[in-house]
């Protein structure tokens, strides 16, 4: 991943301590193993405390000897699907793989949480395990898109941890974006979009237009350059760094772009293979090829981080591999390593305090 958090980690240096939900995923939790080996393959600074039945694990990481020594597994006799309602796990959760997951952050036992699993039940616990940061009234799911900024990415949030978000939320989004922005992207003075129906200052429902002023009000003192108004089209473009928008928009928008990114890689097999000679040509274009698979391969920016909590999680996709799972470990060995969570803490307090001048009078007092 091109971001900013890249570094190379000393053999010797401390280990950070990365808590997995390991029976949240819809391969199973042989997918989550193998994508543990292949963090801790790439990786000798990470260790793992596995949440999940011990039964079933124990064979499976017995059989890494990339693991022994870095991973304890910590019993877990039930799970949350994926057809488990929020509501019914907040209240029935504790017990499970992925509640043990968030304690072992609530309890400092771990820097950061992954898993895979239910969406909802991941935010709904996490909010109620770990709490809101102060003046924060709704967290947000940020994730990384491929796009063609010199670092290879922007920052997208919210993409589904709430689909409301009214104009004082927008704000506290655009705030929480900027400080990932500048620990994750190393973007001193990142540049803020607000996701629209179009560029224009009077197009957009009442919340846009009203959260329009505030990120505009607010952006020396969050220090940020506010843009205005983008469009889907802006999502991957030079032209911005952060867009902000709701969870309904925003997770539509990256599922519509995972699809696509897909159709395109199976057009392109489909192209390649429909002849001898389109073969030969594909023979032929193979490095380049190959770095475009990888430049358009979801799985390598899988992981969307919870924000506005008192704790750090990352959510994979339900369906990651090892390599995608992999991917979300690594953004979560990131994260630990940056100190990102007391740098956003830091900001978050520090926001508050501006009050009026800032157009966060009205997100303090929600």
């Given amino acids: 991943m091109a971001s900013g958090f890249d570094t190379l980690t000393p053999a010797d240096a401390p280990r950070f301590v990365i808590s ?46 990339e693991l022994r020594d870095r991973c304890s597994i910590r019993h877990s006799p039930r799970a949350v699907t994926m057809h488990d309602k929020p509501s019914q796990v907040m209240r029935h959760g504790e017990g499970t793989s992925m509640w043990g997951a968030i304690d072992s952050v ?5 820097t950061v ?26 967290p947000a799911i940020a994730c990384l898109w491929p796009s063609r900024n010199p670092g290879g990415f922007n920052l ?17 989004f655009a705030l929480m974006g900027a400080s990932y922005a500048r620990d994750g992207l190393n973007l001193q003075r990142p540049r803020i979009g607000l996701l629209n129906v179009g560029t224009e200052e009077h197009k957009g429902r ?4 009203l959260a329009h002023d505030l990120l505009a009000a607010s952006a020396q003192s969050g220090d940020y350059d ?15 760094d952060v867009i902000v928008t709701d969870g309904f928009t925003g997770n539509i928008a990256l599922k519509t772009g995972e699809g696509t990114a897909k159709l395109i890689s199976d057009f ?41 909590l008192n704790g750090t999680v990352v959510k994979s996709h339900g369906s990651a591999d090892a390599t995608g799972v992999s991917a979300a470990i690594k953004l979560a060995f990131q994260l630990a390593q940056s100190g990102f969570q007391e740098r956003l803490a830091a900001r978050v307090a520090s926001a508050g305090r501006a009050g009026p001048e800032t157009g966060s009078e009205k997100v303090e007092t929600q």
């Fill in 20 to 65: 997995v939900d390991a029976m949240g995923s819809d391969r199973g939790p042989s997918a989550v193993v193998a994508g543990m080996t292949l963090s801790a393959q790439a990786n000798p600074a990470i260790a793992f405390i596995l949440h999940g039945d011990e039964a079933v694990l124990r064979p499976l990481v017995d059989r890494r000897r």
């Fill in 106 to 110: 609530k309890n400092g036992e771990a």
């Fill in 113 to 138: 949480a992954v898993s895979c699993g239910n969406t909802g039940a991941l935010m709904a616990l996490s909010m109620i395990r770990l709490r809101k940061l102060p003046g924060i009234n709704r």
């Fill in 156 to 172: 997208m949030l919210d993409v589904g941890a709430d689909i409301k978000a009214d104009a004082a939320d927008l704000l506290q």
């Fill in 206 to 209: 009442a919340e846009l237009k």
């Fill in 226 to 240: 506010y843009i205005g108004f983008v469009e889907g089209g802006d999502i991957p473009s030079a032209r911005v």
């Fill in 268 to 308: 392109l097999k489909e192209a390649y293979n429909a002849t001898f000679l389109s073969k030969i040509a594909a023979l032929l274009a193979w490095t380049s090829l190959k770095r475009l698979q990888k430049r358009i391969d979801p799985r390598r920016v899988n992981g969307g981080v919870f924000l506005g």
